[in-house]
Every structure is written in C-alpha cells, then in structure tokens.
C-alpha cells in the first residue's frame, strides 16, 4: 500500500492550493482518508478526513471554513482544497488510510500513512 502526497510547496499569503492523496495497493472505497499536518516544532495534528461511507467530512475547528476535503474513488485519489492560506498553515501534510467502512472517519489512529508534503506560506 502507498500514500501519495503531494501539492504546490510555496504558496503566498491568502493563495490556495490542492493537495492530493493518490492512494494505490487499496481500493480507496473502502477506506476513510484522513489529512493531518505538523508544523516545525509542533505535535502532528488532524485537520480533516472524509468517510468511506457516503462520503462525509470533518474539520478541525481551526480549518474548517477555509479546507474542503473530497474524494474521487474511480481515481483513488482524496483532495484537500485549502483557502485563504496563512503562514500557520505552514506545515507537513500527510494523508493517512483506514479501513473502516462508515460514515465516520478516525482523528488518531490510521493504518496506512503517506510521507507528507511540505507546504510554506510566505510572502
């Protein structure tokens, strides 16, 4: 199993950017993806995932108006839209797989986890 991530490294302040997840070895249909992030000197921390059921999201409270996460099975692929960029956004992110089928996803433990991808908010 592989975790893909992958997105723009650089953005500016109040740009945005799409992260990808492109997952292969699993058939993401049955998977809860999640997206975490870790800040220099910070504890990782969630920030999304998405249901392999129905498809439902979930936010950390601190991103919520400003990240959309979707997925697109026929693709394995889940997206991570991110808006109005701040520097604390600036961070590792890395998607993490589940196999739970539910219309829940897990904000801690994950079995499969991809090797993040850096992303710098700076002017």
């Known amino acids: 199993v592989q975790l893909q991530a992958s997105g723009r490294g650089l953005v500016q302040p109040w740009g945005s950017l799409r992260l990808s997840c492109a997952a292969s070895g699993l058939t993401l249909d049955y998977y809860a993806i999640g997206w975490f992030r870790q800040a220099p000197g910070k504890e990782r921390e969630w920030v999304s995932c998405i249901s392999s059921s129905a498809g439902r999201a979930y936010y950390a409270d601190s991103v919520k108006s400003r990240f959309t996460i979707s997925r697109n099975n026929a693709e394995n692929t889940v997206y991570l839209q991110i808006n109005s960029l701040e520097p604390e956004d600036t961070a590792v992110y890395y998607c993490?797989?589940?196999?739970?089928?539910?219309?829940?996803?897990?904000?801690?433990?994950?079995?499969?986890w991809g090797q993040g991808t850096q992303v710098t908010v700076s002017s």
């Open positions: 993490a797989a589940d196999f739970v089928i539910a219309t829940i996803c897990p904000r801690e433990e994950y079995e499969y």
